[in-house]
């Protein structure tokens, strides 16, 4: 999940949604309490995403990957333990994100492309450890704190300001606020004529 000691870390992303949507993305899945309800959600509504899923738990639920492939939602790197990757060994840094890329390709059937660091923690280290796996680093436009306990209510209202091109941070660990606001952050972007889609694999 985020973390207001990283709020200074949001900011544009290296990669952006196709000019006219914008980018819902969910952080720290896939999990049983949340990931399918929101996947209904997209789904329901014609919308796609971005899962940045971290390595262990894609491990212990297989089958939601799947589920998540199977509707065109694009699967991205989380790292495998979500840690603050600046104040581990680069050793280390390697094995989280090259881990979560096996397990993913594995599942997919592809690897991943995109790569998120736990926190928006980063550094030219890890930006460098991600490059040379294969991945462009994604943070965030907009951020409704919805790890933080936020109302469903204000994150819808948070989202209601989100403009074409944003990128999204939300996430998927089992959050019942977030569960509960996405057909309405649906709804309120379907209505102002925009849609989200998946980012673009690099």
Not at 51 to 59: D, I, K, M, S, V
Not at 113 to 121: E, I, N, V
Not at 152 to 173: F, M, S, Y
Request: glycine share 8%; hydrophobic share 40%; proline share 10%.
């Amino acid at each position: 999940m985020a973390d207001p000691g990283f709020a200074a870390a949001t900011g544009r992303p290296l990669s952006t949604a196709p000019s006219g949507t914008l980018a819902l993305t969910f952080d720290d899945g896939p999990h049983p309490d949340s990931t399918p309800e929101l996947l209904d959600a997209l789904t329901a509504a014609g919308h796609r995403a971005t899962f940045f899923l971290c390595g262990a738990q894609a491990e212990r639920h297989p089958e939601l990957v799947r589920a998540l492939d199977r509707a065109g939602m694009a699967i991205a790197n989380h790292t495998w333990s979500h840690p603050a990757l600046p104040d581990l060994p680069l050793t280390a840094v390697r094995d989280e994100i090259h881990r979560t890329n096996r397990v993913l390709a594995k599942l997919t059937g592809r690897p991943p492309t995109l790569f998120r660091p736990p926190y928006g923690a980063t550094s030219p280290e890890v930006r460098r450890v991600a490059a040379d796996a294969g991945l462009t680093e994604t943070l965030w436009d907009v951020d409704p704190r919805d790890w933080d306990g936020t109302e469903p209510a204000e994150i819808v209202a948070v989202l209601a300001a989100a403009r074409p091109g944003d990128t999204v941070l939300l996430h998927d660990h089992g959050n019942r606020n977030t569960v509960t606001a996405l057909p309405a952050v649906l709804a309120a972007l379907t209505g102002r004529g925009l849609r989200s889609t998946a980012l673009p694999r690099h």
